[in-house]
């Protein structure tokens, strides 16, 4: 990355790639009271932005926000898309969105929670079922990338759970959350 911001709606940000090559040796956690995870086959796209605008509010999560409704579908719908959504007490609490585009390899688009369920000890919990999700259904490389303006514990929480970084770059990140004419 080099120059100036392309504009006033860019910030640099350091993102940083990481995979895991084989499937760690660790027990799934007790289900917390009240959780349960479901697969949310063909997510209508309201409840798909609600989920994303929700995790990602406090961290810029805005690019899928700038995706018009045909452009969002053709990110989301398919055999090779798998959307998992954590529910607490019927309400929900954060989402994982898996993509299988390049079998056998799968990669983690988006994870995260809800701001009102952070540090009630269902991140871990959720990000070690999505993991073992992801290697039952046969996985050889499992990656994903996060970036300086995600939650300050993202990195760390990923290599916790035996990621390991494999590329990294500065960015410019459009902050818009919506399309500009």
């Not at 860019?10 to 007790?30: A, Q």
């Not at 898309?81 to 929900?92: K, W």
């Not at 490389?141 to 995600?150: A, E, K, M, P, S």
């Amino acid at each position: 990355m080099s120059g100036e911001a392309p504009s006033e709606y860019h910030v640099s940000v350091l993102r940083t790639y990481l995979e895991m090559t084989e499937r760690p040796n660790y027990p799934i956690r007790p289900t917390p009271d009240g959780a349960m995870i479901l697969r949310a086959e063909n997510p209508t796209l309201s409840f798909y932005r609600y989920l994303y605008r929700e995790v990602g509010r406090d961290y810029v999560w805005t690019d899928l926000l700038r995706k018009s409704d045909d452009e969002l579908r053709a990110e989301i719908a398919g055999p090779d898309q798998h959307i998992y959504v954590l529910y607490v007490g019927g309400v929900p609490a954060g989402f994982a969105h898996i993509s299988w585009k390049e079998q056998p390899n799968s990669c983690i688009e988006y994870f995260g929670l809800i701001p009102d369920f952070i540090g009630r000890g269902y991140g871990g919990y959720f990000l070690r079922w999505v993991i073992n999700k992801v290697w039952e259904d046969g996985t050889d490389r499992l990656w994903l990338h996060t970036c300086t303006l995600d939650h300050p514990n993202a990195l760390p929480n990923y290599q916790k759970q035996r990621f390991y970084p494999f590329k990294t770059e500065q960015i410019w990140q459009d902050t818009r959350d919506e399309q500009t004419t």
